[in-house]
């Protein structure tokens, strides 16, 4: 599977961006991660079918997931300096996890190179 991201750009605190990711192929499952330089990778959001999550401590009600076919969208608002990041989509299949799976990167087998987000 190869995922391809974009959209990320330079924007100034409190604006807005929308990240894209296509996929070459169907996966249930797709997380937004991102990647602040000397940071672990962390999951920002995730959707599988209908259903979505919000690592809320990170996004506080800011970012929203949403999928149409195999492009997924990270709508993100109220951007932060804490947001600027390197933001991956990632993706794996199986059937719906019922822990915070979604949150460990090692739970997605198919990743993007990234797209960069700086908020300054």
């Known amino acids: 599977v190869q995922l391809v991201e974009s959209g990320g750009e330079s924007v100034q605190p409190g604006g807005s961006l929308t990240l894209s990711c296509v996929s070459s192929?169907?996966?249930?499952?797709i997380g937004w991660f991102r990647q602040a330089p000397g940071e672990e990778r962390k999951a920002v959001a995730h959707?599988?079918?209908?259903?979505a999550d919000y690592a809320d401590e990170l996004v506080k009600g800011r970012f929203a997931i949403s999928r149409d076919s195999n492009r997924i969208y990270l709508q993100m608002t109220e951007l932060t300096p804490e947001d600027t990041a390197m933001y991956y989509c990632?993706?794996?299949?199986?059937?719906?996890?019922?822990?915070?799976?979604?949150?460990?990167?090692?739970?997605?087998?198919?990743w993007g190179q990234g797209t960069q987000v700086t908020v300054s």
């Open positions: 990632a993706a794996a299949g199986g059937l719906r996890w019922h822990g915070a799976e979604w949150r460990d990167p090692a739970s997605f087998s198919d």
């Open positions: 192929k169907w996966k249930n499952h």
């Open positions: 959707v599988f079918g209908d259903r």
